[in-house]
């Protein structure tokens, strides 16, 4: 049992972001979310937490998880996100909560979705629960940066990921790549392919490495693939157009040719070199493909994240267009001398317009090291 004061609060809050966390990769676009129930004894009799995206939200399977419907008298519900207060793919969980003769709600902060924000709160006190908000504000905001990023600006969160050598390039002069980092990076890598929407690489990637942007070295669900392809001439036969999980391709082209043919389903059955994934057509910008209006068309589509695994253009581009939300860049124990620099021309000149990547942090991953900071 624990004492019912502020440290109790927090000790139960970080239970319910601990059980959050446990949605990653499951639960887009929606947030993750945990739910923790403590009786008026200071028992913890509840919990859940949004497992996958449609099914159950965490409030409803930590209401489920009680044993006896008696315990709720006047017990207290913390909950990493503010309950939602609209019909989605299931009932508003506001509205469930205001008919149970609970005590109290801690929310550790408001949902930025307009169709919420601030809504389930108000349901919640107009129902006589108190509400305290902001508990572990911080960690929860940490926890759902997708989402949040999402709601407030409807474009997907952008990560960059660059594996350079300690010299600064990510390619030998003869093109070759494989491999700078270590298995422990790589494998990281994996990891968090399964955790964002969609990776995005450019033309040069696609062509030179002829990725498959799988998740392989651990389990976790496939994302969508999402290749930068402007005069639309990449060749159907790599593994992005070809393999089992071309459908979860999308190529992103400013040919309005391609994309029509692509619209008309007879047209695209006919084509010799049938492409089983999607076409989106956006606007050409200085010769190439208008990045803004494309994260604003993959948003659109449910993507709110977004893993850039892109060569020395399509990096540069991100950064020097401001579309950069967070850089994960690992650094191998390793020097090449010459080849392909990771970034090149990002639009600054001179000491006083540096970028200086916030909340940084250095972390060794096997021989390497992760530089993880945000723009």
């Not at 169709?115 to 006190?125: D, F, M, Q, S």
């Not at 902001?134 to 990023?149: D, T």
């Not at 076409?279 to 977004?306: P, W, Y």
Request: glycine share 8%; hydrophobic share 40%; charged share 25%.
């Amino acid at each position: 049992m624990v004492s019912s004061n502020k440290n109790s609060h927090k000790h139960w809050m970080r239970q319910a972001l601990s059980l959050a966390e446990k949605g990653r990769g499951s639960v887009s676009p929606n947030p993750m979310v945990g739910c923790i129930i403590v009786s008026e004894e200071g028992v913890k009799i509840g919990e859940g937490y949004h497992k996958k995206f449609g099914e159950a939200h965490a409030e409803v399977s930590a209401v489920k998880s009680v044993k006896s419907k008696n315990d709720l008298k006047n017990a207290t519900v913390y909950v990493t996100l503010e309950p939602c207060s609209h019909h989605g793919k299931t009932p508003p969980c506001a509205n469930m909560l205001g008919e149970l003769p609970i005590k109290s709600v801690f929310v550790a902060m408001k949902d930025p979705n307009p169709a919420v924000n601030g809504k389930g709160i108000l349901h919640l006190r107009n129902k006589g629960i108190d509400v305290e908000i902001g508990l572990l504000k911080e960690e929860a905001e940490k926890l759902n940066e997708f989402f949040i990023h999402h709601q407030s600006f409807g474009r997907p969160f952008i990560t960059l990921k660059i594996a350079q050598t300690a010299d600064g390039f990510l390619a030998a002069a003869d093109g070759e790549s494989k491999w700078i980092t270590g298995k422990k990076a790589r494998t990281l890598v994996h990891k968090w392919r399964a955790e964002y929407d969609a990776i995005l690489v450019g033309r040069t990637t696609a062509v030179v490495d002829n990725p498959s942007l799988t998740v392989r070295h651990v389990a976790g669900r496939q994302p969508q693939r999402i290749v930068i392809d402007g005069p639309y001439e990449l060749p159907k036969e790599l593994n992005l157009f070809s393999d089992k999980f071309e459908e979860k391709t999308t190529i992103i082209t400013w040919n309005k040719e391609a994309s029509a043919t692509d619209a008309d389903p007879m047209l695209k059955v006919m084509q010799q070199n049938y492409f089983r994934g999607e076409v989106l057509q956006v606007s050409k910008v200085d010769g190439h493909v208008d990045l803004r209006q494309t994260f604003k068309l993959l948003a659109e589509k449910g993507i709110s994240s977004i893993l850039v695994e892109g060569g020395q253009q399509l990096s540069s581009a991100l950064i020097r267009q401001g579309l950069v939300d967070k850089l994960e860049l690992f650094i191998a124990p390793k020097v090449l001398g010459a080849g392909t620099r990771s970034l090149i021309d990002i639009g600054i000149n001179k000491m006083n317009e540096i970028a200086e990547l916030k909340d940084a942090t250095w972390t060794q991953v096997g021989d390497d090291i992760l530089l993880t900071g945000y723009f």
